[in-house]
């Protein structure tokens, strides 16, 4: 199950089956440039931030400079390159060159990518959706009116015509480069060179099941991989030790999906179940979340842009445990649990007891989180709202989760108040919950509210935020969520605020 340097990762690149070197944690990106010649897909940033490096991953978009190409292994991707072979990416090319959308080019491939992914989702093709469409791609010569009109034309012009991606063709092939030489679809634009053999990037263990996973954690030094939102970036920085193998929990279904479960103990409190490698485009997307905690799926929205919601896992998340990270207030304000397995057993970890410092937690090395578990009482509302300084790709500078029950006579009651980002891990506020507890919202209490919440937060400043702007932000946002109740719930697009 260990891939090692020299062994094949075998996938499909625009429809033709090829095979990559390489220890496990190469890059897809380099794979895609350096060993198959295929140039169109281009570095910008190296971390997740720009989108310039983004192809279609089974059909959806992805950062390819995030993806390790041992998570590649039987699946479908699309590059620029596919141009006359894939209808989506010939439509918007069409449509870009009529609306003049290419300036110095140097974003189009990646605006391509993410162009073609929304065509395949059949969203209507409004300036807003558009618009949060290519939201994780940045485009240096700032021609996002024209790109718009162009990813519009696109989708009017295919509203006829069957867009969806061709199922991968299976991988099957012996000689990668040669294959790639001699197939005129993939057309590379130089020569490629020989595989990068790079012994500064781990290699990775692919267990089959969480059995295998567990056991290989007891057994040896390794570090979880899921998404490699977080991960991948911390490699390429050089933060995280690249000596230590890593063991990719991808290909572990078992660890995903949303479900309600019934109640296991005398509260006769169903809970939500979600899988560690849930991610946040799957609950966006669950019809579960939306009836039942739509704050979560209000919270998935604002994370990153589409190419890291369609990567970023809650498990990932959860065990990165930055005092930022978006699912934390959340599964603070909703009492969570966090559930650990290793080859001693599972255990069940409160979220109040699981970030027990800066980027720290309760989990011990041989432990994996599965699945978090997410209380279900009725008549509890829980809401989220996170402050960035823009609409994608904002780590929040603080968040606020408000959770209660409504009483019979209008009062909150058991209200929680969790805060992201001004302390240095995600906190509750106890004086605030006392000063809320049993009270009817009116004005007046936000305003008290908002004015107790700020002395029970320690921010700092750092490269996002003052500590000042922090403390005004944290009381400003609890009194307009406060305010949102009285008049009647949250407003539409809840979750972000600038
Ligand atoms: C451009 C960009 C924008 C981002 N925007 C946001 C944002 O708006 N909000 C936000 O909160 N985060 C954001 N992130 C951070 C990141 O996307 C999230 O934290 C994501 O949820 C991490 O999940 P992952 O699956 O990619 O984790 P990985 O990178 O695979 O892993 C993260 C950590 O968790 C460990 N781990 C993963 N899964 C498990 C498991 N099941 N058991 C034990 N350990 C595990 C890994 O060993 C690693 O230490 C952003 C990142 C980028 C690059
Ligand atoms: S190179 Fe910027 S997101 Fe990959
Ligand atoms: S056209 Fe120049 S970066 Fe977008």
């Known amino acids: 199950m260990t891939l090692s340097i020299g062994t094949r990762v075998r996938f499909a690149v625009n429809g033709i089956p090829v095979g990559a070197e390489g220890p496990g944690s190469r890059r897809l990106l380099d794979v895609l440039r350096d060993d198959l010649g295929l140039t169109g897909t281009k570095e910008g940033c190296g971390e997740g931030e720009c989108g310039a490096c983004s192809v279609l991953l089974d059909g959806r978009v992805v950062n390819s400079c995030l993806v390790p190409i041992d998570q590649v292994e039987g699946c479908d991707v699309r590059t620029v390159e596919a141009l006359s072979e894939d209808a989506r990416l010939g439509l918007l090319r069409d449509a870009f060159l009529r609306s003049g959308a290419v300036q110095c080019g140097f974003c189009t491939p990646g605006m391509l990518a993410?162009?073609?992914a929304f065509l395949g989702s059949g969203r209507k093709?409004?300036?807003?959706?558009v618009r949060e469409a290519i939201a994780g791609n940045i485009c240096r010569c700032t021609g996002y009116t024209k790109i718009v009109e162009a990813i519009r034309v696109a989708a009017e012009d295919g509203e006829?015509?069957?867009v969806s991606v061709a199922a991968a063709p299976a991988p099957d092939v012996a000689g990668s480069r040669a294959v790639v030489q001699a197939m005129p679809g993939l057309a590379p634009q130089r020569a490629p060179i020989p595989p990068a053999v790079d012994p500064a990037r781990p290699n990775v263990v692919r267990p089959?099941?969480?059995?295998?996973?567990?056991?290989?954690?007891a057994r040896d030094a390794h570090r979880p991989l899921a998404g490699g939102t977080d991960l991948m970036v911390a490699l390429e920085a050089g933060v995280a030790d690249s000596s230590v193998p890593l063991l990719d929990l991808w290909s572990l279904d078992e660890l995903r999906g949303i479900a309600v479960v019934a109640a296991e103990d005398a509260s006769g409190t169903p809970y939500l179940?979600?899988?560690?490698?849930?991610?946040?485009?799957?609950?966006?997307?669950?019809?579960?979340?939306?009836e039942h905690l739509p704050a979560f799926g209000a919270m998935a929205a604002t994370v990153g842009a589409a190419q890291i919601q369609n990567r970023g896992t809650i498990g990932g998340n959860v065990v990165n445990a930055s005092p930022a990270g978006d699912t934390l207030p959340l599964l603070l304000a909703t009492?969570?649990?966090i559930v650990a397995a290793s080859v001693r057993g599972t255990r069940p970890i409160r979220a109040s007891?699981?970030?027990t410092g800066y980027r720290r937690t309760a989990l011990a090395k041989d432990e994996l989180v599965t699945r978090i578990r997410v209380p279900l009482p009725a008549g509890r509302p829980t809401r989220y709202r996170k402050v960035g300084t823009r609409r994608a790709q904002s780590i929040a500078k603080a968040s606020v989760a408000l959770s209660w029950r409504a009483g019979e006579d209008g009062a909150w009651r058991d209200v929680r108040v969790a805060l992201?980002?001004?302390?240095?891990?995600?906190?509750?506020?106890?004086?605030?919950?006392?000063l809320l507890e049993g009270a009817r919202p009116s004005a007046t209490l936000a305003g008290e509210a908002a004015r107790l919440v700020v002395t029970e937060i320690t921010p700092i400043d750092d490269v996002r935020s003052t500590a000042e702007y922090r403390r005004h932000v944290v009381g400003r946002v609890l009194r307009r969520m406060i305010l949102d109740e009285i008049a009647g719930g949250p407003p539409a697009g809840e979750g972000l605020r600038r």
């Open 114 to 116: 993410s162009a073609a």
């Open 125 to 129: 093709p409004s300036d807003e959706n």
């Open 160 to 162: 006829a015509l069957d």
């Open 208 to 217: 089959r099941t969480l059995d295998e996973a567990l056991e290989a954690l």
């Open 273 to 290: 179940e979600i899988g560690a490698l849930t991610t946040y485009a799957d609950l966006r997307s669950s019809p579960i979340v939306q």
């Open 335 to 337: 009492d969570a649990v």
């Open 353 to 355: 007891g699981f970030w």
């Open 420 to 434: 992201g980002a001004v302390a240095e891990r995600v906190i509750r506020a106890p004086r605030t919950e006392g």
